[in-house]
């Protein structure tokens, strides 16, 4: 390769994280913004307001997106990612715009389940595309920068009570959606595919042709079946934390929040729940993951040149951070100790988050990077959608916080697990 064409590349490079990000952003922020979203919609759908419902409606989501992504995954190994990603974007963007009109519980519901489908489609061919563009040395901080997108959609969803105040909840919903397929347009024009070395992806597919014989081809990686796990574990208290924690911040007594924020002095009851306590809880999870993605990819990609685990250990680092915190949450502290738990909880995940596709690339080829992440997502979203109604069950009950701390037993065991994993390689291109 020339110079010329070596910069050409590295500009592509980067130039796709630039692109992905703002699709990551609304990929976080039109499924989140529901959670605060929550009482400014239950004036017109009281539906909404019962915990148990509101479990099902944040539930349908992750069981529809968990179970559309080992299928998604697979279609992105074999068609162009431009085309599913700009695609994607547009659909869900346009889901997002109709919700502004639901006139009731059930059109919310299925218009939930409609977006599961839609957001599926994008993650996994957007970090398959990031993965090829990034080789070695700059793959974790490339996935890390990518994911901060996520994070920062995150935290504006938090500002969705501030939203509706100003607007409404269904114009906020409309601006979400208009945005998006806006952006889908640009995307189109600016996004450019890249596809594995032609005869290298012939040969491999004599082997592994169609659907059904690449699953069983990822079911011959033994270290997949310890991937799969170490990234199920930590999305239960991940999804858990992303859906529920507004409303455990939310019970915060508003004279504690009021003597720590003397800005919100002036505030009602209801204010202090709708302008602080519910996007604080947001913001700083977010705020600390964008943080964690950003240090945990460029530690590991240093640590890695100098040891094949690096990534690995780095993950295993940041899962061991999130264990303290959901304890801390778990015990119902005083909203100080929450404060402090939510940015460790941040910061260990962002360490994770950084580093799951570059230690699967480090045992799956390729060509079956998209359908290995689809599976990753099926098990851990799977398990999220499972632990978010477990949790609003416990809410009626009124064991929000020790059903949180519960969560931190799988992580310990998630740990434990992935640091028996031996890679002989930073990137696997063979199966």
């Known amino acids: 390769m020339s110079e010329d064409t070596s910069h050409r590349f590295d500009r592509q490079a980067w130039l796709t994280v630039a692109l992905l990000w703002p699709v990551a952003l609304l990929n976080y922020l039109d499924r989140q913004v529901l959670s605060t979203l929550q009482p400014a919609i239950g004036a017109d759908i009281t539906a909404i307001l019962d915990s148990q419902n509101f479990g099902r409606l944040m539930g349908i989501f992750l069981w529809i997106y968990g179970m559309m992504s080992p299928i998604s995954g697979l279609i992105a190994d074999r068609f162009n990612r431009k085309r599913l990603i700009v695609g994607s974007l547009c659909v869900w963007s346009a889901v997002t715009l109709v919700m502004g009109h639901a006139q009731d519980f059930s059109q919310l519901y299925w218009m939930r389940a409609l977006m599961g489908v839609s957001e599926a489609l994008y993650i996994p061919a957007a970090l ?49 959606g208009f945005a998006g397929v806006a952006y889908s347009v640009i995307l189109a024009i600016f996004l450019r595919e890249r596809k594995v070395q032609e005869a290298q992806s012939e040969r491999f597919l004599t082997v592994v042709r169609g659907m059904g014989k690449s699953l069983v081809a990822l079911g011959s ?50 204010e202090i729940v709708s ?16 943080v964690g993605v950003l240090v945990g990819g460029l530690f590991a990609d240093r640590w890695a040149q100098r040891n094949v685990r690096g990534r690995i250990f780095t993950g295993a680092i ?69 632990a ?36 002989t390689t930073l990137n696997r291109t063979t199966l």
């Open 318 to 386: 940041g899962l061991a951070l999130t264990i303290p915190a959901l304890l801390a949450l778990g015990s119902n502290p005083d909203p100080a100790i929450a404060l402090a738990a939510a940015v460790l909880y941040g910061l260990g995940f962002g360490f994770f988050d950084a580093n799951n596709m570059p230690v699967l690339c480090q045992f799956v080829p390729p060509q079956l990077r998209a359908a290995g992440y689809g599976m990753m997502n099926l098990i851990g979203v799977s398990a999220g959608a499972l």
């Open 128 to 176: 398959a595309l990031i993965a090829d563009y990034h080789q070695g040395r700059t793959r974790s901080l490339a996935v890390g920068i990518h994911m901060t997108g996520l994070y920062f959609g995150q935290a504006l969803g938090g500002f969705g009570a501030l939203a509706a105040a100003e607007l409404s909840w269904r114009a906020t919903f409309q601006c979400l």
């Open 221 to 270: 990686i033994g270290a997949f079946f310890v991937i799969l796990f170490y990234f199920a574990a930590p999305s239960a208290p991940g999804w858990v934390v992303k859906n529920w924690l507004p409303t455990l911040f939310g019970k915060m007594h508003p004279e504690t929040v009021r003597a720590m924020f003397p800005f919100a002095a002036g505030f009602s009851d209801a």
């Open 388 to 423: 978010t109604e477990c949790i609003g069950k416990l809410d009626q009950a009124g064991k929000l916080a020790q059903g949180i701390g519960w969560l931190a037993a799988p992580v310990i065991i998630a740990i434990a697990l992935v640091l028996t994993l031996r890679p």
């Open 275 to 290: 302008k602080v306590a519910k996007p604080l809880s947001t913001i700083v999870i977010a705020a600390s993951g964008f």
